[in-house]
C-alpha cells in the first residue's frame, strides 16, 4: 500500500535516554477512521511514543509517517495534522470556557472568522449545553474533558492523540466520551488512544500492548484473547471463605498454567487439555467451576504483567 492510505506509519522506532531505552524498536500502522488502542503499564512507554509522533520528542533511531508527512519534515504543516490531549488536564481553570478555546486557535494561527465557525462546529458536535462564560474551574471532569478535546481539534486535524482521556472521571462521562471518540472515527478521524480500563480498550478496533518500552502484541481485542486463550478460561469461585494455604494447595495443584484473583474469585487455565473432568473433581469441595470467556483484562496480564510476575 502507499504511505498515504496510513493515517500513522511507525518503522523501527526507538526513544533512548542516556543508557535507558523508553521505546525499543516498534513498528505499526495505523489506517484513517480507527480507533487505535495503546495499551501498557506505567512507564511501558506509550506516552513517550505520542510525544514521537506529535512532534514533542526527537527520536533516536526510526522511520515514521504522520498522515503521509516524514518524520524529518516536521514543522506546522505536519503539526496542523495531529490533536493531542494530555492526559493531564492542560487548560486553564481562571479562565473561562470560550477564552480556553479560543486560546487554543489563535496558539494555531486560526483567523476569527474561522475559530467562530470552528467552535460553533465542534460545540454542536459534542452536543454542548452549558454556558460559554462559565470559569473552567466549576465544570465537572467530564465536561473539562470535552472542553480538552475541542481544544485540540480546533484546528481541525486527521489524527487525534488522547493520552488516557478519560482517568478521574465517571462512568457515565466515560461513556458519553466514547460516544465522541466512535462519532470522530466514523468521520473519519484516526483516534489513538491509551487507556488504563479495559471496557474502554473493547471499544478500539486494534489495540497495541508495550511492555518495558516494547511491542509485544497489536491485533483486534477478539483476536488478541483467541491467540492467548484459545482453550477458554475457567471461572473458579470459592464456596466458602478459603484459607491461605487452601489457595495456595489450589493454585499450586499443577492443573493451571494461569491462576489469577478476579475480584472475590478467579480466572484459570487448564494447563493439559482433556484432564479437565478429573481436576474439576478435585477442586469442587473448594471451589465452583465454570468455563468462561476471556476477557482483555486477562490478556492483559498474560502479556503485559505475566513477565514481570
Known sequence: MKSSEFAVRVKNLSVKFDDFFAVKNISFDVRPGEIFGFLGANGAGKTTTIRVLCGLITPTSGEIEISGERFENFGSALKMKVGYMSQKFTLYDDMTVDENITFAAELRSMNKKRILARKKELLDFIGWSRPLNIMVKDLPGGQKQQVSLIASMMHDPDILFLDEPTAGVSPAARSRFWELIRKLSDIGKMVFVTTHYMDEAEQCGRIALMRSGELV??????????????????????????????????????????????????HAEWKSPGTEENNRAWIEPWMTVRSIKPSLEDVFIRIVEGKNR
Open 217 to 266: 502484541a497489536l491485533d483486534s481485542p477478539e483476536a488478541l484473547k483467541a491467540q492467548m486463550f484459545p482453550r477458554g478460561l475457567v471461572e473458579l469461585e470459592p464456596k466458602y471463605p478459603l484459607q491461605q494455604e487452601e489457595l495456595e494447595k489450589i493454585k499450586n495443584s499443577g492443573f493451571f498454567t494461569l491462576f489469577e484473583p478476579y475480584g472475590l474469585r478467579f
